[in-house]
């Protein structure tokens, strides 16, 4: 993985989920850790399928899936079997799961890097993103928390707060926010019919050409903090947005 101390990231990463499982009196043994890595690499699959693959019993691996579930490591969901149209259980691993699974040493870090990429969508241009949160992991995200895991974009702006707060590196908050922007901007943009998002230091704002309003995000331009607002144009009162929209003619 480019530019990053794996050795250093596992080492923390481990340690963070051990003292969380010795907390919440968790553990994972070789048989568990033996079918959640299967899973990882073979998803989605079915526990059946596992009891034919693994050299374990039956209710021992039921038993053992249904402490990953509840951990957190590994999600079912249902699916149509075309010959009969009945349903049928599967499993697939939650980034959570990939993580713990590679910091107990069972996935290779060239994996973990690609599983990654995968499950949030990024390709090797975005790779920084990764190696970023990463290296913040063990100190911005409790462990067990599962949604924190799964949604790279709030991991991120967890990194880049936690980064900002501790004097981290000025250029990568930039990109990191850039980064955040970019994604989350053509979206919001998109669902709220947006023609054009204009931003600065103090303000986040949607325009509609055809509606004559703004959608505001975030702003602080009058030493309030205003978000998630919809105001016609005519209506403004904000001096400071008002400076910022005048160069647009709507």
């Given at each position: 993985?480019?530019?990053?101390?794996?050795?250093?990231?596992k080492?923390?990463?481990?340690?963070?989920?051990?003292?969380?499982?010795?907390?919440?009196?968790?553990?994972y043994?070789?048989?568990?850790?033996?079918?959640?890595?299967?899973?990882i690499?073979?998803?989605?699959?079915?526990?059946?399928?596992?009891?034919?693959?693994?050299?374990?019993?039956?209710?021992?691996?039921?038993?053992?899936?249904?402490?990953?579930s509840?951990?957190?490591l590994?999600?079912s969901?249902?699916?149509?079997?075309?010959?009969?149209?009945?349903?049928?259980?599967?499993?697939?691993?939650?980034?959570?799961?990939?993580?713990?699974?590679?910091?107990?040493?069972?996935?290779?870090?060239?994996?973990?890097?690609?599983?990654?990429?995968?499950?949030?969508?990024?390709?090797?241009?975005?790779?920084?993103?990764?190696?970023?949160?990463?290296?913040?992991?063990?100190?911005i995200?409790?462990p067990?928390?599962?949604?924190?895991?799964?949604?790279?974009?709030?991991?991120?702006?967890?990194?880049?707060?936690?980064?900002?707060?501790?004097?981290?590196?000025?250029?990568?908050q930039k990109?990191?926010a850039?980064?955040?922007i970019?994604?989350?901007g053509?979206?919001a943009?998109?669902?709220?019919?947006?023609?054009?998002?204009?931003?600065?230091?103090?303000?986040?704002?949607?325009?509609?050409?055809?509606?004559?309003?703004?959608?505001?995000?975030?702003?602080?331009?009058c030493?309030?903090?205003?978000?998630?607002l919809?105001?016609?144009l005519?209506?403004l009162?904000?001096?400071?947005?008002?400076?910022?929209?005048?160069?647009?003619?709507?």
């Amino acid at each position: 993985m480019p530019h990053l101390k794996m050795e250093n990231v596992k080492q923390n990463f481990l340690s963070e989920m051990s003292e969380a499982i010795r907390k919440s009196s968790r553990s994972y043994d070789p048989i568990a850790l033996e079918i959640l890595t299967y899973i990882i690499h073979y998803e989605p699959v079915s526990l059946y399928r596992i009891t034919r693959m693994l050299p374990y019993g039956i209710s021992s691996i039921y038993k053992k899936a249904k402490r990953l579930s509840k951990d957190g490591l590994i999600k079912s969901f249902e699916v149509e079997k075309p010959e009969d149209r009945r349903s049928k259980s599967v499993y697939k691993s939650t980034v959570k799961g990939i993580l713990t699974c590679w910091a107990y040493g069972c996935l290779k870090n060239n994996e973990l890097t690609s599983r990654l990429m995968y499950r949030w969508g990024v390709d090797e241009s975005e790779m920084k993103w990764i190696n970023t949160i990463l290296c913040s992991l063990p100190k911005i995200i409790n462990p067990n928390d599962v949604t924190l895991f799964e949604n790279p974009l709030i991991m991120i702006m967890a990194a880049m707060i936690f980064s900002e707060n501790n004097n981290g590196n000025k250029t990568l908050q930039k990109d990191m926010a850039k980064y955040i922007i970019g994604k989350i901007g053509p979206k919001a943009a998109e669902l709220n019919g947006d023609d054009m998002i204009i931003g600065g230091k103090k303000y986040f704002v949607g325009l509609n050409f055809s509606e004559k309003s703004a959608h505001i995000y975030m702003c602080v331009g009058c030493n309030k903090f205003c978000s998630m607002l919809t105001v016609p144009l005519d209506e403004l009162k904000c001096e400071y947005l008002c400076k910022a929209i005048e160069k647009f003619k709507l």
